[in-house]
């Protein structure tokens, strides 16, 4: 929604016709004078607060081979920041009451024998643990890796708390797989699915294309089918980044989707 303040938030949730919202939560740390009291507000207008997200620092999408270097836990430059604002974004889901907080893991290497394997795991224990104190479950975002390799890591992580956020679009925008298949593949660590949608470039290495909501290749049908028997509390929270109307574009994924549920 790229909102300056809580006021143009809530202005553009409701012009698509939303009372619930995932809300980045690094803003309520970086610019506690403009978000401090975001919850309040959303309270007062009748919004909830579906999950949060984590958006490590030092992240750069130019380019998939430069997101892979620079994406979520992975970079030993960013990590000790990242840390940081791991305890910071954990304390203040906890007073906002949230229960469920996604972000990137970074690209997990493929190779067990890879050092760098290990050495992601042990940081996302660390970040579990974290949040876990607050009571709060992580949920890694697919797409960075194939459904078979983030399932490993979550196997190897040992962490309940730990799941996934399901992105279909991210599957096809990073050339990671198929998004059903990866879907049934993860299912059973589910814990939130992104909806949003996009056409794969079809090169290794080269971005697809992020569309609205059924205008792309994501099966929608079959997908929401497999959604449906997911447990309750498990929610499809409608994500756009791209594009300039994107209001517009969440109400009308909102229409696409929900006679589907």
Known sequence: ?????????????????????????????????????????????????????????????????????????????????????????????????????????????????????????????????????????IAFESGQESAACLIEALRALERPRAGVNFDPANMLLYGAGDPLEGFRAMKPWVRQMHAKDATPSGQPDVWGRETPVGVGAVPWKPLMAEVATLPDGVAVVIEREGGECRVQEVASARAFLQPML
């Open 1 to 137: 929604m790229r909102p300056s303040d809580p006021a143009q938030l809530i202005e553009r949730l409701q012009a698509a016709g939303m009372d619930r919202v995932q809300l980045a939560l690094v803003p309520l740390l970086d610019s506690p004078a403009v978000w401090g009291d975001v919850g309040e507000r959303l309270r007062a207008a009748g919004i909830a607060i579906q999950s949060g997200m984590l958006a490590p620092r030092g992240e750069d999408y130019a380019s998939i081979p430069r997101i892979r270097e620079t994406g979520g836990v992975r970079p030993d430059a960013t990590w000790p920041d990242n840390l940081k604002l791991a305890m910071g974004v954990a304390r203040a889901a906890a007073t906002l009451g949230i229960r469920l907080v996604t972000l990137h893991a970074g690209f997990i290497p493929h190779d067990r024998a890879d050092p760098l394997w290990g050495r992601m795991i042990d940081r996302l224990r660390t970040v579990i643990d974290l949040f876990a104190e607050e009571a709060i479950d």
